[in-house]
């Protein structure tokens, strides 16, 4: 009771509430431009946090984050062009949805899923932030490695057609992976002596050179097609049936966010695309995944929306910020003279039921705002195709050039563009080499990490109970869908025989 | 609302500061009105907070009005070729940290440490080992006897790989023959899980990064790897009382283009030795634990060499650089 007053007082007596719907717009916009992360969207607000009561300053930043985690699927649907990091999973089928006309469809589905993920993570993080945040604790190297390899497991069943070729692509992106300082011993690897690749390559760039450069640049060898029959101009939210039939994908997205953002380092784009597979293997129309199936899109929104709220779980429980936007909270409450951590809860529980509040207010104003803003973005991607596309570049590259100010930056992305072009003309999936970049470094750190602490015994693997389920789920997984193919090809056979 | 309080004295303080900008222009004539300081940390991070929380009192004593500017990419890099190519009239500085110095190291960035100037030192961060607080280990003497007895048994996690506290743990086994594994981790958050749950033995990092587990009593300090013992804990010893000759010096600092002229770096010294006795800041950088550390330009640049060389020979000895 004490709580549902504190949270009262924080909506009635401070301006949490309209901290919180202004953080959600801020966000959307800030997540909706490709190369503005949710984290530097966050950064350009904080200082004017400084002047603010706490509880308002802290709403306000974590609805941005909440905002951003949507805005980022706004251009990955419309223009394949990723806005944040987590939203490159929703692009994949977003965009073709917006292909085949269902653009609106597609936003309808990302924002509904979007809400819904946000309001579980909202309700886990109010509910279970004391056992939730003890999960992080039982994840150990060992155990990072396992998740790092169930998630890659799927590039097997990612590569329908070219198992080949799905792997080698995802290989490429497991070499980019390794770019930058060598996560133990410190050695720069392929840097060439250039300061920008220390940090390695920023995921952001690859996707957003794959996905929307090498769009581009497909679209400009491609004579101007007619627009074919009418195209959405409006959001439409889904059908009840839709509804149903997306609860599956939208479940498995927010419990893969709940545990990715209790884990310092997972964070949202590992949950978004874990969602993603995970969705596909569960699904009954798994063959529509990478054509515009629905639960592609509600899967990795649900997850990413997810984490927003349950990477607050380590941030206040231990102070340990998982992300770079946990990080810009975390300054955010330090500026405020509050010290998360094991005592904050005891000693601020106004803070913390006003800080839920505000998350609420935002969660809800993001699912109005979500449809005022749907329409105008339908509009503009809607204009004749030379001007979209010169906008497009344009916008895409002023955002890639405001990350760090470096022309370096520009040349990666097109790069990256080139590359995925010529992926695309050669059948490659992408999947794969994202799967591989996302998940690379946190496979090989985590990896030599185990043999470090047990002096190269690769036992540990399997000693440790989590690695060891996560290992077996991840061979389960290979073998039935290597079962399942060659099933597919024995029926289709059949099938052929019987013709002929 | 007594943290809200806070605020409005803060943004006080800062009208009052600006206010009182254009009258210590005229007596101490420093020729500029703005001044940028340069970090290349991101907003809220470490360097970024000390810096914003200093030009509050610092604009005061220098006679300009301070902007912070955050310079972020290439790990220093584009901070430093902004400042070197920029005048070395007084007008833009930056806040120093070790990463500049090993980023010059490390990577062939255009423009390196030896373009920049020392100006002063600021404070210097007390880099402390720590273990969980049911730890069967009372002091480093007990690390080390264990850890000879089975090298296996102890294990020593630190922040990141290019770290100053890599170093630490290195010269520690050197220094004490231990052979037992270190485990790099991502950052001084990771470090923290993984000695709270056990992964590792004992972690080496900053108070700052602990205040909320101190305070919960979920991990207690073994050691410092400091001069003296720390003032607000004054329990912990440092590693020399325990025979171990380790002394850290992770500084924080003021650098500036090279060939500032005498007048700004005397104006610039006068007013960071002020601002290190005034009594507000006095009070912030007290709870955050922080060392002041003053040292002049000239002190400052050898120090700034001393630990240039240092790093290097590091780099080299564990192959992170080629010869």
Redesign the interface.
């Known amino acids: 009771m004490e709580a549902i007053g504190y949270a009262w007082s924080a909506l009635t007596t401070t301006p949490a509430a309209f901290a919180a719907v202004g953080g959600v717009v801020w966000g959307i916009l800030g997540g909706a431009l490709p190369g503005i992360s949710p984290s530097i969207t966050m950064a350009l607000l904080l200082p004017f946090t400084y002047t603010m009561d706490p509880i308002p300053a802290i709403v306000l930043l974590a609805s941005t984050y909440v905002g951003a985690e949507y805005g980022g699927s706004i251009p990955a649907i419309l223009i394949r062009t990723p806005g944040t990091n987590a939203a490159a999973a929703t692009a994949i089928d977003g965009y073709e949805l917006q292909k085949q006309g269902r653009g609106g469809e597609a936003l309808g589905i990302s924002l509904v899923s979007g809400v819904i993920g946000g309001l579980i993570g909202l309700f886990c993080l109010v509910i279970l932030t004391k056992p939730l945040a003890s999960v992080a604790l039982y994840f150990t190297p060992p155990a990072y490695f396992s998740l790092g390899v169930l998630g890659i497991s799927v590039i097997a069943s990612l590569s329908s057609g070219s198992l080949i070729k799905g792997l080698m692509a995802g290989i490429v992106g497991l070499m980019i992976a390794t770019v930058g300082v060598d996560p133990v011993s410190g050695v720069s690897r392929f840097t060439y002596g250039a300061p920008e690749l220390l940090g390695g390559i920023p995921f952001i760039l690859v996707m957003v050179g794959v996905f929307a450069v090498s769009e581009l640049l497909v679209q400009a060898s491609r004579p101007e097609a007619k627009t074919s029959g009418k195209r959405q101009l409006t959001i439409r939210l889904p059908s009840w049936a839709m509804l149903r039939r997306l609860r599956k994908p939208q479940l498995i997205g927010s419990g893969i966010g709940l545990f990715e953002g209790c884990m310092p380092g997972a964070g949202g784009s590992i949950a978004a695309f874990m969602a993603y597979n995970e969705a596909r293997r569960w699904s009954k129309h798994p063959e529509e995944f990478g054509k515009g199936s629905p639960e592609a899109i509600a899967a990795p929104e649900a997850a990413n929306n997810t984490v927003a709220g349950t990477a607050l779980v380590p941030m206040l429980s231990f102070g340990i910020p998982g992300s770079n936007s946990t990080a810009i909270l975390l300054g955010g409450l330090l500026i405020h003279g509050l010290q998360p951590g094991p005592l904050l809860f005891q000693r601020h529980p106004d803070f913390i039921y006003g800080l839920y509040s505000g998350l609420l207010v935002a969660n809800l104003s993001l699912f109005a705002l979500g449809i005022l803003i749907i329409t105008p973005a339908v509009w503009l991607v809607n204009r004749p195709r030379p001007f979209l596309m010169a906008g497009i570049f344009a916008l895409i590259f002023s955002g890639i050039y405001s990350i760090d100010n470096t022309l370096f930056d520009l040349y990666l992305v097109l790069l990256a563009g080139l590359a995925g072009y010529i992926m695309r003309l050669l059948g490659f999936p992408f999947l794969p080499l994202v799967l591989g970049l996302v998940l690379g470094y946190l496979i090989e750190a985590n990896y030599r990490r185990s043999l470090l602490l047990t002096g190269g015994e690769h036992r540990v693997f399997i000693e440790d109970p989590i690695s060891l389920g996560l290992l077996l789920t991840a061979l389960l997984f290979v073998v039935g869908s290597g079962l399942r193919d060659l099933r597919d090809s024995r029926k289709r056979m059949r099938e052929r025989d019987s013709k002929n | 609302?007594k943290?809200?309080l806070?605020?409005?004295l803060?943004?006080a303080l800062v009208a009052t500061a600006s206010a009182a900008a254009p009258v210590a222009v005229q007596a101490q004539d420093y020729p500029h009105d703005s001044v940028t300081l340069v970090t290349h940390s991101?907003?809220?991070?470490g360097t970024?907070?000390f810096l914003r929380e200093m030009v509050k009192y610092l604009s005061n004593y220098v006679g300009a009005n301070l902007v912070v500017e955050n310079?972020?990419?290439?790990?220093?890099?584009?901070a430093m070729a902004k400042l070197a190519t920029s005048p070395a009239d007084g007008s833009i500085f930056y806040g120093t940290t070790p990463t500049f110095i090993n980023?010059s190291l490390?990577?062939?960035?255009d423009y390196t440490y030896k373009d920049l100037m020392g100006v002063t030192n600021v404070f210097l961060d007390p880099q402390i080992v720590y273990v969980r607080s049911d730890s069967p280990y009372a002091d480093l003497s007990a690390v080390v006897e264990a850890a000879l007895a089975d090298p296996?048994s102890v294990?020593f996690g630190v922040t990141?790989?290019?770290s100053l506290d890599?170093q630490v743990m290195e010269k520690f086994k050197a220094l004490t023959g231990v052979t037992s594994?270190?485990?790099?981790h991502?950052g001084g958050?990771?470090l923290?899980?993984?000695v709270?749950?056990g992964?590792?033995s004992l972690g080496i990092g900053e108070i700052q990064?602990l205040?909320?587990?101190l305070?919960?009593g979920?991990v207690r300090l073994l050691t410092t790897y400091t001069l003296d013992r720390l003032e607000d804990f004054p329990d912990v010893p440092t590693a020399r009382e325990q025979g171990i000759d380790l002394v850290i010096n992770k500084f924080r600092g003021i650098a500036g283009p090279s060939g500032l002229p005498e007048d700004i770096l005397g104006a610039w010294e006068n007013a960071i030795q002020s601002v290190l006795e005034d009594s507000e800041f006095k009070a912030w950088y007290e709870a955050q634990s922080l060392v002041p550390f003053y040292m002049g330009s000239a002190e400052y640049n050898a120090f700034l060499e001393d630990f240039a060389m240092q790093q290097q020979a590091f780099f080299k000895e564990?192959?992170?650089?080629d010869d």
């Not at chain 2, 991101?42 to 991070?45: K, W």
């Not at chain 2, 310079?71 to 584009?78: E, L």
């Open positions: 609302m943290v809200s806070k605020c409005i803060g943004a991101r907003s809220g991070g970024d907070v310079v972020r990419g290439g790990s220093g890099a584009k980023t490390l990577a062939e960035p296996g294990i990141t790989p290019g890599r594994p270190i485990v790099t991502d958050g990771e923290l899980i993984s709270l749950n992964t590792v990064e205040t909320a587990q305070e919960a979920e564990y192959g992170i650089v």
